[in-house]
């Protein structure tokens, strides 16, 4: 696990390389043999860091937002579901074509709360990445994850999902087995189901792939993620026929991706607060945080009816984008 406020090991940012070069002093003197003696220096030094730290963080443009999101220590579903779930018991398949490790279902617990989690897994090793296929899910995967939920709406158990993908998967198969229509199906079913479901995007929001497990009585964006139709090089790549860096900042910059935006726009209910220098850099706290928010929401939601939350979320979805006449 990531040291608290600490370095994250050999990838580094490219805008926080002055605040990981404190940090690589900081180590180095918490190291020594007579560490004691040094204890001045290194209070001063994280005085320091965490004060470039919370200046860098406070204005992050909407391109290295999208680098934090995607930093390979940032926490994804299983860190999630390791940290804040009790007894949880994985479950496979969509009884259509097979498994998909790119979403993870499962019923386990958090808090008090008895829940079904939804989640987009990316992998953190080259291996896992490749079985992950990045986070991108295959038709299978969504229809993995609404068979799940039909099966908690029978049980009476609220939906929590994360979402975490750059995008659907594109591929040719994915294409043949009903990509678009199994996205659509999850659009519309997750519309009515008469459980409560939260959704968080933890790290990345790109398009359907998003929008797939993305439909609840409350959404919620963590502080450091991106949410939008596209992403910034596939936005890049349409309008200026090439993604760099000077174009992907113009991408993201016009997306409106950020949590702030987003909230702003209405399209998402509340941001979670992350901590000092991302989620990366102390995924337990970032977990207590979405935690809580969890199992707040969840207690608030548990008061209404069934009916009465499908109406509520009807509405809500319908009314994003409405301009007041």
């Not at 320091?48 to 204005?59: E, F, P, V």
């Not at 220590?73 to 496979?92: K, V």
């Not at 991706?257 to 979670?272: F, P, S, W, Y």
Request: charged content about 25%; proline content about 4%.
């Amino acid at each position: 696990m990531a040291k608290s406020n600490g370095y994250t090991g050999s990838y580094t940012l490219p805008f926080e390389q002055a605040a990981v070069e404190l940090e690589k002093q900081i180590e180095s003197l918490q190291a020594r043999e007579d560490a004691a003696e040094y204890a001045d220096e290194v209070s001063s030094l994280q005085s320091n860091r965490d004060s470039m730290l919370t200046k860098l963080y406070r204005n992050l443009s909407p391109w290295d937002t999208v680098r934090v999101a995607r930093h390979p220590a940032r926490p994804q579903t299983a860190d999630y579901i390791q940290m804040m779930c009790r007894d949880f018991r994985e479950l496979h398949g969509d009884r259509h074509f097979g498994d998909d490790p790119a979403i993870i279902t499962g019923f386990g617990r958090i808090g008090s709360h008895k829940v079904l989690v939804v989640g987009h897994q990316k992998g953190k090793s080259t291996q896992e990445k490749i079985a992950c296929h990045f986070g991108c899910a295959h038709p299978e995967g969504y229809r993995k994850a609404l068979l799940k939920m039909k099966l908690a709406e029978k049980f009476n158990l609220p939906i929590v999902t994360f979402i975490d993908t750059p995008g659907a998967y594109p591929g040719l198969k994915a294409e043949e087995r009903g990509q678009a229509e199994a996205i659509a199906v999850n659009l519309r079913e997750m519309s009515r189901l008469k459980t409560p479901i939260v959704c968080v995007v933890i790290g990345e929001g790109g398009s359907g792939g998003a929008l797939g497990i993305g439909v609840g009585d409350r959404v919620a964006m963590m502080e450091h993620a991106w949410y939008s139709v596209i992403s910034p090089e596939g936005c890049a790549a349409i309008l200026w026929k090439a993604a760099n860096d000077e174009t992907n900042n113009a991408a993201a910059d016009a997306l409106a991706l950020t949590a702030r935006d987003n909230m702003k726009n209405g399209l998402i209910d509340e941001v979670i607060h992350e901590p000092l220098g991302g989620a990366h850099r102390d995924p337990e706290a970032a977990a207590l945080s979405l935690q809580k928010w969890i199992v707040d929401r969840l207690r608030e939601l548990k008061r209404f009816k069934p009916q009465t939350l499908v109406n509520r979320r009807y509405e809500k979805f319908r009314q994003i984008g409405a301009i007041a006449g």
